[in-house]
């Protein structure tokens, strides 16, 4: 591991995470303003996209960071069998599960069962396809649907808190299956598919259209659902950065984009592939 990974393994993670969501959900006027105004300049932030369109508007950080888009700013790729991105942010991997594996980076691969903390999870989704999307601070912060489906159970994993950029994916092993994380999974045309909401370091929360706010615990959590989103439906949302990683079956027969790749800029809505079950 470089210094920054190893620094992330020293520091009190789930302590630092819990101050700053704390801090982050103040609605103390000159705490959000503060903490508001600084991460816009240094992330160099415009709300051209958003629905609110003052930083004044906001009545907590968490409120900003978790900003709505204008209706007409992310429109959904309607290409019939087209799976499309889930958030803004850049493909961090995306590809075949094979051997029952994913790509985390250049050399370092993590297995299925173990990101969805279920074997038999892990075993229906072997040989399938997956694309990792990571949130950058700057990006808009709500997961939305890839595919329609209906949500049947949601599993929260406890988990470290490393920091999911590029940097820590080349040098933690198994980093998303070791993350605190959300596992969302529905029916599809095609059988079981799976979103995984992955958190970070400084993340001060996940929550679902079906869940609210998850609570930490020191235990896997398990809630089933009966609940229709279409493709382009909210999902869910993070406070402060993350990742999103969907998970298709083999029947699924999903097939990528030429021009989406790993480091590849996307943005929800966006065309990721072709699901071809016909």
Not at 31 to 43: E, G, L, W
Not at 56 to 62: G, L, M
Not at 110 to 138: I, K, N, R
Not at 182 to 202: N, R, S
């Amino acid at each position: 591991m470089n210094v920054f990974t190893t620094l992330q393994q020293l520091v009190p993670q789930q302590q630092l995470s819990k101050v700053a969501g704390r801090l982050a959900a103040s609605r103390h006027p000159y705490v959000k303003r503060a903490f508001i105004r600084s991460f816009a300049k240094a992330y160099d932030i415009s709300l051209d996209d958003y629905e609110r369109q003052s930083f004044n508007a906001y009545e907590s950080f968490n409120d900003f960071f978790t900003r709505e888009l204008k209706q007409e700013a992310r429109p959904i790729d309607a290409t019939a069998d087209g799976i499309i991105s889930p958030a803004d942010g850049v493909i961090s991997q995306l590809g075949q599960i094979n051997d029952h594996k994913l790509l985390q980076a250049k050399g370092r691969h993590y297995d299925v069962g173990q990101l969805l903390a279920d074997s038999e999870d892990g075993h229906y989704f072997a040989d399938g396809s997956f694309a990792t999307v990571y949130l950058a601070p700057s990006n808009y912060h709500r997961v939305h649907m890839p595919f329609s489906g209906t949500l049947t159970k949601t599993r929260y994993v406890p988990g470290t808190l490393f920091s999911v950029n590029n940097t820590t994916a080349a040098n933690v092993p198994d980093l998303f299956a070791r993350n605190e994380r959300l596992v969302c999974l529905f029916d599809t045309p095609y059988g079981k598919a799976a979103v995984v909401m992955v958190g970070a370091m400084i993340v001060a929360g996940i929550e679902t259209v079906a869940t609210g706010k998850i609570a930490r615990t020191p235990d896997i959590q398990e809630v089933t659902h009966d609940m229709i989103l279409e493709k382009g439906d909210e999902l869910g949302r993070f406070y402060l950065g993350s990742t999103a990683i969907v998970v298709l079956p083999k029947a699924a027969q999903a097939n990528w984009q030429d021009d989406m790749q790993a480091n590849s800029t996307v943005q929800m809505g966006q065309l990721l592939g072709m699901s071809n079950t016909k």
